[in-house]
Protein backbone atom coordinates (compact mmCIF):
# COMPACT_ATOMS: atom_id res chain seq x y z
CA UNK A 1 0.00 0.00 0.00
CA UNK A 2 1.35 3.52 -1.22
CA UNK A 3 2.12 6.26 1.65
CA UNK A 4 0.72 9.71 0.59
CA UNK A 5 3.37 12.16 -0.35
CA UNK A 6 4.79 14.24 2.60
CA UNK A 7 4.09 18.14 2.29
CA UNK A 8 5.66 20.09 4.44
CA UNK A 9 4.31 23.43 3.27
CA UNK A 10 0.66 22.15 4.36
CA UNK A 11 2.33 20.96 8.04
CA UNK A 12 4.08 24.46 8.37
CA UNK A 13 0.68 26.07 7.36
CA UNK A 14 -1.21 24.04 9.77
CA UNK A 15 1.32 24.77 12.33
CA UNK A 16 1.23 28.45 11.73
CA UNK A 17 -2.38 28.47 11.87
CA UNK A 18 -2.97 26.62 15.30
CA UNK A 19 0.10 29.38 17.06
CA UNK A 20 -2.28 31.98 15.16
CA UNK A 21 -5.32 30.76 17.22
CA UNK A 22 -3.14 30.45 20.40
CA UNK A 23 -1.66 34.06 20.03
CA UNK A 24 -5.32 35.37 19.30
CA UNK A 25 -6.26 34.03 22.41
CA UNK A 26 -4.16 35.14 23.95
CA UNK A 27 -4.31 38.78 23.15
CA UNK A 28 -8.13 38.44 23.78
CA UNK A 29 -7.35 37.68 27.65
CA UNK A 30 -4.54 40.92 27.51
CA UNK A 31 -7.13 43.14 25.92
CA UNK A 32 -10.70 41.88 28.50
CA UNK A 33 -7.90 42.14 31.76
CA UNK A 34 -7.18 45.80 30.43
CA UNK A 35 -10.80 46.43 30.00
CA UNK A 36 -11.44 45.12 33.30
CA UNK A 37 -8.64 47.39 35.15
CA UNK A 38 -9.95 50.51 33.06
CA UNK A 39 -13.06 49.84 34.05
CA UNK A 40 -12.75 49.50 37.59
CA UNK A 41 -10.47 52.63 37.85
CA UNK A 42 -12.88 54.55 35.92
CA UNK A 43 -15.88 53.45 38.75
CA UNK A 44 -13.39 54.33 41.49
CA UNK A 45 -12.69 57.48 40.10
CA UNK A 46 -16.19 58.30 39.78
CA UNK A 47 -16.85 57.16 43.53
CA UNK A 48 -14.46 59.62 43.99
CA UNK A 49 -15.81 62.64 41.97
CA UNK A 50 -19.19 61.62 43.69
CA UNK A 51 -18.27 61.80 47.09
CA UNK A 52 -16.10 65.01 46.42
CA UNK A 53 -19.48 66.28 44.53
CA UNK A 54 -21.42 65.96 47.38
CA UNK A 55 -18.82 67.29 50.10
CA UNK A 56 -18.59 70.49 47.62
CA UNK A 57 -22.53 70.93 46.91
CA UNK A 58 -22.81 70.44 51.01
CA UNK A 59 -20.04 73.02 51.73
CA UNK A 60 -21.70 75.50 49.78
CA UNK A 61 -25.23 74.79 51.23
CA UNK A 62 -24.10 75.20 54.19
CA UNK A 63 -22.57 78.38 53.42
CA UNK A 64 -25.61 79.60 51.39
CA UNK A 65 -27.73 78.71 54.28
CA UNK A 66 -25.76 79.73 57.08
CA UNK A 67 -27.86 81.54 60.09
CA UNK A 68 -27.38 84.88 60.95
CA UNK A 69 -26.11 83.46 65.06
CA UNK A 70 -22.88 82.74 62.66
CA UNK A 71 -22.02 86.16 62.38
CA UNK A 72 -23.50 87.30 65.32
CA UNK A 73 -21.37 84.78 67.40
CA UNK A 74 -18.16 85.81 65.41
CA UNK A 75 -18.85 89.49 66.37
CA UNK A 76 -19.27 88.85 70.01
CA UNK A 77 -16.12 87.06 70.02
CA UNK A 78 -14.17 89.68 68.29
CA UNK A 79 -15.58 92.61 71.07
CA UNK A 80 -14.78 90.28 73.70
CA UNK A 81 -18.20 89.97 74.62
CA UNK A 82 -18.33 93.94 74.61
CA UNK A 83 -20.13 93.87 71.16
CA UNK A 84 -23.64 91.45 71.16
CA UNK A 85 -25.78 91.20 68.10
CA UNK A 86 -28.80 89.24 70.33
CA UNK A 87 -32.02 87.80 68.80
CA UNK A 88 -30.20 87.23 65.48
CA UNK A 89 -32.62 86.51 62.77
CA UNK A 90 -32.27 85.66 59.24
CA UNK A 91 -29.12 84.38 57.23
CA UNK A 92 -25.22 85.30 57.34
CA UNK A 93 -26.13 86.96 54.11
CA UNK A 94 -29.26 89.06 54.92
CA UNK A 95 -30.04 89.30 58.61
CA UNK A 96 -31.19 91.33 61.50
CA UNK A 97 -30.26 91.66 65.13
CA UNK A 98 -30.38 94.28 68.37
CA UNK A 99 -27.57 96.10 69.02
CA UNK A 100 -26.12 95.53 72.84
CA UNK A 101 -23.22 97.05 74.34
CA UNK A 102 -22.37 94.96 76.96
CA UNK A 103 -19.52 94.90 79.99
CA UNK A 104 -18.11 91.12 78.82
CA UNK A 105 -18.80 87.80 79.79
CA UNK A 106 -18.32 88.27 83.33
CA UNK A 107 -20.58 91.77 83.55
CA UNK A 108 -24.63 91.60 83.92
CA UNK A 109 -24.40 95.27 82.47
CA UNK A 110 -26.13 95.81 78.86
CA UNK A 111 -27.69 98.44 77.24
CA UNK A 112 -29.40 97.72 73.58
CA UNK A 113 -30.41 100.53 71.13
CA UNK A 114 -34.25 100.53 69.61
CA UNK A 115 -35.14 98.96 67.02
CA UNK A 116 -33.20 95.97 64.81
CA UNK A 117 -29.87 96.48 63.01
CA UNK A 118 -30.04 95.04 59.71
CA UNK A 119 -27.52 93.95 57.16
CA UNK A 120 -26.28 92.28 53.76
CA UNK A 121 -23.68 90.38 52.94
CA UNK A 122 -22.10 90.33 49.14
CA UNK A 123 -19.09 89.16 47.77
CA UNK A 124 -17.09 91.79 46.24
CA UNK A 125 -13.98 90.77 44.12
CA UNK A 126 -12.11 88.58 46.19
CA UNK A 127 -13.72 90.52 48.90
CA UNK A 128 -17.10 91.05 51.31
CA UNK A 129 -19.11 93.76 51.39
CA UNK A 130 -21.17 94.23 54.32
CA UNK A 131 -23.79 96.73 54.35
CA UNK A 132 -25.64 97.77 57.70
CA UNK A 133 -28.82 99.47 57.80
CA UNK A 134 -30.33 100.96 61.07
CA UNK A 135 -33.33 103.29 61.34
CA UNK A 136 -32.36 104.96 64.39
CA UNK A 137 -28.34 105.56 64.20
CA UNK A 138 -27.30 104.97 60.92
CA UNK A 139 -27.12 107.49 57.85
CA UNK A 140 -28.48 105.75 54.89
CA UNK A 141 -26.40 102.28 54.37
CA UNK A 142 -22.83 102.54 54.96
CA UNK A 143 -20.49 99.75 53.86
CA UNK A 144 -17.74 97.92 55.74
CA UNK A 145 -15.37 95.66 53.03
CA UNK A 146 -13.73 92.65 54.42
CA UNK A 147 -11.10 91.66 52.61
CA UNK A 148 -8.92 88.16 53.50
CA UNK A 149 -5.92 87.18 53.29
CA UNK A 150 -2.27 85.72 53.35
CA UNK A 151 -1.37 85.81 57.29
CA UNK A 152 -3.58 89.58 57.39
CA UNK A 153 -7.56 90.35 57.47
CA UNK A 154 -8.48 93.90 56.12
CA UNK A 155 -11.24 96.18 57.53
CA UNK A 156 -12.47 98.76 55.48
CA UNK A 157 -15.26 101.62 56.25
CA UNK A 158 -15.94 102.98 52.95
CA UNK A 159 -15.36 107.06 52.72
CA UNK A 160 -18.63 108.94 53.47
CA UNK A 161 -19.70 113.02 52.82
CA UNK A 162 -21.40 114.24 56.28
CA UNK A 163 -21.70 111.45 59.39
CA UNK A 164 -22.13 107.86 59.19
CA UNK A 165 -23.14 106.81 62.53
CA UNK A 166 -25.10 109.05 65.65
CA UNK A 167 -25.51 107.31 68.58
CA UNK A 168 -27.34 108.04 72.64
CA UNK A 169 -24.22 108.71 74.58
CA UNK A 170 -26.08 106.75 77.53
CA UNK A 171 -25.47 103.14 75.14
CA UNK A 172 -21.97 103.37 76.47
CA UNK A 173 -23.12 102.58 80.18
CA UNK A 174 -23.32 98.48 78.54
CA UNK A 175 -19.85 98.85 78.95
CA UNK A 176 -19.84 98.70 82.78
CA UNK A 177 -17.58 100.71 85.16
CA UNK A 178 -16.72 103.81 84.70
CA UNK A 179 -19.60 104.18 82.26
CA UNK A 180 -22.49 103.16 84.26
CA UNK A 181 -21.30 105.40 87.05
CA UNK A 182 -21.27 109.03 84.93
CA UNK A 183 -24.84 107.96 83.11
CA UNK A 184 -23.75 110.26 80.39
CA UNK A 185 -26.18 111.87 77.93
CA UNK A 186 -25.61 113.64 74.90
CA UNK A 187 -24.99 111.45 71.64
CA UNK A 188 -22.02 110.34 70.06
CA UNK A 189 -21.85 111.08 65.86
CA UNK A 190 -19.13 108.88 63.88
CA UNK A 191 -17.70 110.76 60.48
CA UNK A 192 -14.63 109.50 58.15
CA UNK A 193 -14.83 111.77 54.94
CA UNK A 194 -11.50 109.55 53.48
CA UNK A 195 -11.97 106.43 55.20
CA UNK A 196 -10.72 104.58 57.49
CA UNK A 197 -8.90 100.96 56.98
CA UNK A 198 -7.23 98.67 59.75
CA UNK A 199 -5.55 95.13 58.75
CA UNK A 200 -4.25 92.47 61.32
CA UNK A 201 -1.29 91.63 60.41
CA UNK A 202 -0.11 88.36 61.92
CA UNK A 203 -0.73 89.73 65.51
CA UNK A 204 -0.30 93.58 64.79
CA UNK A 205 -3.07 96.02 63.79
CA UNK A 206 -1.96 98.60 61.01
CA UNK A 207 -4.27 101.50 60.17
CA UNK A 208 -4.41 103.99 57.34
CA UNK A 209 -7.03 106.58 57.18
CA UNK A 210 -8.85 109.45 59.03
CA UNK A 211 -12.09 108.82 61.22
CA UNK A 212 -13.88 111.10 64.27
CA UNK A 213 -15.72 110.06 67.00
CA UNK A 214 -17.58 113.83 68.11
CA UNK A 215 -19.26 113.61 71.50
CA UNK A 216 -21.89 116.34 71.53
CA UNK A 217 -23.65 117.97 74.27
CA UNK A 218 -22.65 115.63 76.55
CA UNK A 219 -23.96 115.39 80.48
CA UNK A 220 -23.56 113.50 82.84
CA UNK A 221 -26.05 112.36 86.39
CA UNK A 222 -23.21 113.55 88.77
CA UNK A 223 -22.93 116.90 88.39
CA UNK A 224 -25.65 119.75 88.37
CA UNK A 225 -24.10 121.29 84.87
CA UNK A 226 -27.13 120.84 82.03
CA UNK A 227 -24.09 120.10 79.95
CA UNK A 228 -20.48 119.35 79.93
CA UNK A 229 -19.53 120.52 76.78
CA UNK A 230 -18.86 118.72 72.92
CA UNK A 231 -15.35 117.07 71.81
CA UNK A 232 -14.11 115.30 69.19
CA UNK A 233 -11.50 112.28 69.17
CA UNK A 234 -9.84 111.01 66.20
CA UNK A 235 -8.38 108.22 65.11
CA UNK A 236 -5.17 108.50 62.32
CA UNK A 237 -2.55 106.50 60.84
CA UNK A 238 -0.61 105.44 58.22
CA UNK A 239 1.35 102.03 57.78
CA UNK A 240 4.32 104.04 56.52
CA UNK A 241 4.91 105.29 59.99
CA UNK A 242 6.20 101.92 61.72
CA UNK A 243 2.36 101.02 62.15
CA UNK A 244 1.61 103.44 64.65
CA UNK A 245 -1.98 104.96 65.01
CA UNK A 246 -2.41 108.56 66.48
CA UNK A 247 -4.87 109.54 68.88
CA UNK A 248 -5.86 112.88 69.45
CA UNK A 249 -8.45 114.17 72.05
CA UNK A 250 -9.85 118.04 72.23
CA UNK A 251 -12.70 119.70 73.74
CA UNK A 252 -14.69 121.98 71.08
CA UNK A 253 -16.81 123.78 73.46
CA UNK A 254 -17.80 122.96 77.29
CA UNK A 255 -17.18 123.69 81.27
CA UNK A 256 -14.84 120.29 81.24
CA UNK A 257 -12.09 120.62 79.09
CA UNK A 258 -10.65 117.51 77.75
CA UNK A 259 -7.45 117.11 76.04
CA UNK A 260 -5.06 114.31 75.31
CA UNK A 261 -2.57 112.58 72.77
CA UNK A 262 -1.67 109.16 72.46
CA UNK A 263 -0.21 105.85 69.91
CA UNK A 264 -1.69 102.69 69.22
CA UNK A 265 1.19 100.33 67.90
CA UNK A 266 2.93 97.33 68.37
CA UNK A 267 3.37 97.74 72.27
CA UNK A 268 -0.31 98.15 72.83
CA UNK A 269 -2.56 101.21 73.53
CA UNK A 270 -0.30 104.56 75.41
CA UNK A 271 -2.33 107.83 76.06
CA UNK A 272 -1.92 110.50 77.97
CA UNK A 273 -4.41 113.17 78.27
CA UNK A 274 -6.29 115.56 81.51
CA UNK A 275 -9.59 117.22 82.47
CA UNK A 276 -9.98 119.99 83.96
CA UNK A 277 -12.89 122.85 84.83
CA UNK A 278 -12.72 125.87 82.01
CA UNK A 279 -13.09 128.22 84.40
CA UNK A 280 -13.07 128.21 88.53
CA UNK A 281 -16.59 129.08 88.25
CA UNK A 282 -17.44 125.74 87.06
CA UNK A 283 -14.93 123.85 89.74
CA UNK A 284 -17.53 123.25 92.21
CA UNK A 285 -20.11 121.50 90.27
CA UNK A 286 -17.20 119.17 88.63
CA UNK A 287 -15.17 117.93 91.64
CA UNK A 288 -16.63 114.72 91.75
CA UNK A 289 -16.58 113.76 88.02
CA UNK A 290 -12.87 115.28 87.99
CA UNK A 291 -12.28 112.53 90.82
CA UNK A 292 -13.80 109.79 88.54
CA UNK A 293 -12.00 110.77 85.07
CA UNK A 294 -8.32 110.02 86.40
CA UNK A 295 -6.10 110.23 88.98
CA UNK A 296 -6.60 114.47 90.63
CA UNK A 297 -3.34 116.36 90.02
CA UNK A 298 -4.44 119.73 92.17
CA UNK A 299 -6.87 121.38 89.91
CA UNK A 300 -6.64 118.69 86.84
CA UNK A 301 -7.07 114.58 86.31
CA UNK A 302 -4.81 113.00 85.23
CA UNK A 303 -5.60 110.28 82.54
CA UNK A 304 -3.21 107.22 81.93
CA UNK A 305 -3.51 104.58 79.95
CA UNK A 306 -1.05 102.28 78.81
Given amino acids: MALPAFRPSIWRASRLRGGGAATTRATEFGLSTYEGLRWRRERSAGRRWAIAGALVGALLGTVAFAPAAWLAGWMERASGGHLVLADAQGSLWNGSAVAVLAGGSDSREARSLPGRLQWTLRPAGLALALRLEHACCLNGRPVITVRPGW ?150 SVISIG
Fill in 151 to 300: GRITTTLQARQGWIGQWPAEWLSGLGTPWNTLQLGGSLRLSSPSGLSVQWVQGRWLVEGRAALELIDVASSITTLETLGSYRFEVSGDPASAGTTRLDLGTTEGALQLTGQGTLGAGGLDFRGEARAATEADRPALDNLLNIIGRRDGAR
